[in-house]
């Protein structure tokens, strides 16, 4: 199935000059979405993870599906003040200003943790880093990265950690 022309190309959203890539018709087409999650196991079983960390918004559908597929616990990791009670947080820098990451603190994660992180789209990979910096500052392992989308133009891949394996399952040049 060629899932690249499921993912529709909404120009100048949220803001001029942004070619936003929309993964709804992904969600709304169960075969396409059954493929992904498919794909995303075979490297889940390579890179044996024990958690599924996802990122806010969309990051959550992927990681919830994947988790349950492979009967894992899921980590949602969240946008500032979304949380309750104790968070571990890390604030990260954004194209304009900066932003704060957090996830609760709470004994699921710990040094014997092994963390898959997956969101819908890699661009130039500042979220992702702060994630794996946000799971590495709860004790746990980064083991992989897993997206939907790559923005190969953008490079995000390059300040990621080479030492684990970055999949994407659609590469945009
Ligand atoms: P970055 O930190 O630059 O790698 O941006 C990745 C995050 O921003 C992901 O959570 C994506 O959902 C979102 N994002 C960035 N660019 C796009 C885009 N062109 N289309 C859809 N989502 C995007």
Same mark, same amino acid.
């Given at each position: $199935? ?5 993912? =529709?190309?909404? #120009?100048?959203? @949220? ?9 709804? #018709?992904?969600? &709304? ?18 890179? =044996? #993870? ?7 918004? =969309? ?5 919830? &599906?994947?988790?349950?597929? %492979?009967? $894992?616990?899921?980590? @949602?990791? =969240?946008?500032?003040?979304?949380? @309750? ?8 820098? %954004? ?12 004994? &699921? ?28 500052? &709860? ?14 133009? %953008? ?9 684990? #394996? ?8």
């Amino acid at each position: $199935m060629d899932l690249q022309k499921i993912v =529709r190309e909404v #120009p100048d959203f @949220p803001k001029p000059g942004i070619q936003f890539k929309d993964i709804t #018709p992904l969600l &709304s087409n169960p075969s396409a979405w059954a493929e992904i999650i498919d794909q995303m196991e075979s490297l889940a079983n390579e890179v =044996r #993870p024990n958690l599924i960390a996802g990122i806010e918004a =969309r990051g959550f559908l992927i990681g919830a &599906s994947l988790a349950t597929k %492979l009967g $894992m616990g899921f980590i @949602p990791v =969240r946008k500032k003040g979304k949380l @309750p009670g104790k968070t571990i947080g890390i604030d990260y820098e %954004l194209e304009y200003g900066h932003d704060r990451l957090e996830i609760c603190s709470n004994e &699921s994660l710990n040094k014997k943790s092994k963390i898959l992180i997956v969101d819908d789209l890699l661009a130039t990979g500042g979220t992702a880093l702060a994630t794996q910096r946000l799971i590495e500052k &709860s004790t746990a392992t980064v083991v992989g990265f897993q997206f939907i989308i790559e923005l190969c133009s %953008l490079k995000g891949r390059i300040k990621l950690p080479q030492s684990v #394996p970055i999949h994407s399952l659609i590469k945009y040049n």
